[in-house]
């Protein structure tokens, strides 16, 4: 069996940051807080480590065979709540709709990206290469290829790759990150890739070339979400900072700060026409901000854990934010009516917290991923 924490001071030579729990998620202790802290854990590991592999290789047999449903519940029995339920992974982080609609991307912790088609819920490819956990998969516009982001405190593996959708191929990596990679964004046209990262910047790159072009700095610390604007003229960014920034892309400058968060920034979406911004914070807040003025304009409260996703339908009249924590109840997906900024909709029935939200391309439904391993399609 391998040993992260040791494989990371190997390759690293250093000792690499401490894993704890906060409010229900996984956080880090610096590498300067204690290198004892990391001999323990490391020892805990090796003398646990049978157990605990026979143990998980137990679940894994047993949860990849299986599906889990929402269950249609009494709070809106009228919504067809299931469509369909992807079988159960090592703990889906996020999940992309093909531009067609017809397939679902989704990344795991068990390194992979794995491609999904919808009118049969069946798994038609999986791409593999990445050496740790897949945080952030995103689909060209033309939906010829994808881009996926890895990355973790003991991996070495902080890159962005390619994949050609119809081979399976990979055919780019891009480098330079010199910390894990936590989002990555297509722009409008497809010719350009962001990358949100936390080494605490946002880098762009030439997809022809593979090239990086620009690096975005500001942030003081870890970068969680990068999103293009409608006509591609502009990035927005969330961090652990607390702020969202405003970037504009051919000068790499910063436009715009929207400060109002109380606690880090997990999400940022664009709406359709790009005169908001929506985002999505562990202050259990989802917050909208006029773009032209920089205003804070609205307030979604109603979860009460932190609120790691956020989404805008297609037409633009509907928010969907995403929750939860391990030690809270509030693992749901909520729907918001933008212009009176009342929540419309409740989806529960995770059991951990719901990592990553997507709209389909025709609004009608709604996809999820949940650190509870599943992967789910709902009607709207």
């Not at 010829?144 to 991996?155: I, M, R, V, Y």
């Not at 956020?310 to 212009?339: C, E, H, M, Q």
């Amino acid at each position: 069996m391998k040993y992260p924490c040791v494989e990371g001071m190997q390759k690293r030579g250093r000792i690499p940051p401490l894993p704890y729990s906060h409010k229900g998620r996984r956080r880090y202790f610096p590498a300067q807080a204690g290198n004892w802290l990391i001999v323990i854990f490391c020892l805990v590991l090796v003398l646990t480590g049978t157990a605990w592999a026979n143990d998980n290789t137990a679940s894994s047999s047993t949860s990849s065979s299986s599906t889990v449903l929402v269950p249609e519940g009494e709070i809106f029995p009228e919504w067809e709540k299931l469509l369909k339920s992807i079988p159960k992974q090592n703990g889906f982080k996020v999940i992309a709709f093909s531009p067609d609609g017809e397939t679902l991307a989704s990344a795991s912790r068990d390194n992979t990206i794995r491609l999904w088609d919808i009118s049969s819920g069946r798994q038609v490819k999986v791409f593999e290469g990445h050496l740790d956990e897949v945080n952030s998969v995103a689909f060209s516009p033309d939906g010829e290829t994808l881009a996926s982001a890895s990355g973790s405190s003991f991996s070495s593996d902080n890159t962005i790759r390619l994949w050609e959708i119809d081979s399976g191929r990979q055919v780019k990596v891009f480098e330079g990150h010199s910390n894990w990679v936590n989002s990555v964004a297509f722009s409008p046209d497809g010719k350009i890739l962001a990358s949100a990262s936390f080494d605490n910047t946002i880098r762009l790159w030439d997809i022809s070339s593979g090239c990086q072009v620009k690096v975005f700095e500001g942030h003081s610390d870890w970068v969680n979400s990068v999103a293009f604007g409608p006509n591609g003229k502009t990035l927005a960014t969330a961090s652990w900072d607390k702020i969202v920034r405003l970037w504009d892309i051919s000068s790499g400058r910063q436009v715009k700060v929207f400060e109002g968060h109380l606690d880090e920034v997990n999400s940022v979406a664009f709406s359709p026409d790009g005169k908001t911004l929506a985002s999505a914070s562990d202050d259990n807040t989802v917050r909208l901000w006029d773009i032209d003025s920089g205003r804070q304009v609205k307030v979604f409260e109603g979860h009460s854990a932190p609120v790691y996703s956020v989404a805008f339908s297609p037409a633009g009249k509907t928010l969907a934010s995403a929750s939860g924590s391990s030690s809270s109840s509030d693992n749901t997906i909520r729907l918001w009516d933008i212009s009176v900024g009342r929540q419309v909709k409740v989806f529960e029935g995770y059991s951990d917290w719901v990592n990553s939200i997507a709209f389909s391309p025709d609004g009608k439904t709604l996809a999820s991923a949940s650190w509870d391993g599943t992967c789910q399609l709902s009607k709207c």
